[in-house]
């Protein structure tokens, strides 16, 4: 199966539980979501006049919005000839569960690569057992889809984008029902934004979930 990819490369994973760890990130293009506050706007369309040679999207986008296809096999030989070390993928986007993601998950799996992917949760996770699924709930976005119940059950870490009080409330009744055995619950301040910043503490203390900082901004990393 090909998947069309807008960014492939190699950092610190900056989010969540897997803070700090090494990560190839592979970022798929399409995304109908329409948060308002998106940092990878140009990963929303998936134009036609924007595909580009598959070599031409190992490096990061920025603001262009090109993509290339690649199937599981050209991925991996990509990983090869860009010699990176990283032994997580990271699969992001664009909403990377636009797309059917066992082939690719196992593929990598099978390589000796961990998986994770960082989805909306507005559509179903189709992926390996093995892989770490952070749902990131979009609720009430102009693009009008809901959350889906198979992404909250099979997501391992539910971590929620907050800027106000109302995305606490949004969230308190999204996990109304959701057995969150086994499961990480954090808050991400929204663009860094000091209020937003302090209301996550002060949530996160109040309800003991975790705090997730996008530290690759901090630190002006990709
Ligand atoms: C760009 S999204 C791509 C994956 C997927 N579409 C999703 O929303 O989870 C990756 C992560 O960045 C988060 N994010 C995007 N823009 C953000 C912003 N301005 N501030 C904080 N988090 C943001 C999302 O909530 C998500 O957890
Ligand atoms: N360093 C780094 N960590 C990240 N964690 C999630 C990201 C994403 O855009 O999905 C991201 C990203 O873009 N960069
Ligand atoms: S779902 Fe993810 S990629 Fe899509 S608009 Fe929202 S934050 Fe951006
Ligand atoms: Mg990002």
């Known amino acids: ?24 990130f592979v970022r798929l293009q399409g995304c109908p979501v329409g948060c308002p506050w998106c940092d990878t706007r140009h990963t929303w369309e998936q134009t036609p006049e924007n595909e580009v040679p598959a070599e031409q999207v190992l490096q990061t986008d920025g603001q262009l919005g090109r993509w290339a296809w690649y199937d599981a096999e050209t991925l991996l030989q990509a990983f090869q000839q860009k010699s990176f070390s990283a032994k997580h993928v990271v ?14 998950t196992n593929s990598l799996n ?17 992926c390996s057992q093995s892989t770490w699924v952070t749902v990131s709930p979009k609720i009430g976005m102009k693009g009008g889809l809901n959350v889906q119940s198979q992404a909250l059950a099979r997501a391992n870490e539910i971590k929620h984008p907050v800027a106000t009080q109302r995305h606490i409330e ?15 619950v954090c808050l991400q301040p929204i663009s860094q934004k000091p209020n937003a910043t302090a209301l996550a503490i002060k949530e996160c203390i109040a309800h003991n979930w975790r705090l997730s900082v996008q530290t690759h901004k901090y630190l002006q990393i990709d």
């Open 110 to 126: 099978h390589a000796g690569y961990t998986t994770q992917i960082e989805t909306s949760g507005t559509f179903e996770v189709k």
């Open 1 to 24: 199966m090909q998947y069309p990819i807008n960014e492939v490369f190699e950092t610190i994973q900056g989010e969540g539980v897997n803070t700090g760890l090494p990560a190839i």
């Open 91 to 104: 699969l992001t986007g664009g909403e990377p569960c636009l797309f059917d993601l066992v082939e690719l």
């Open 170 to 184: 949004q969230l308190e009744s999204l996990l109304e029902g959701v057995d969150l055995t086994g499961k990480v």
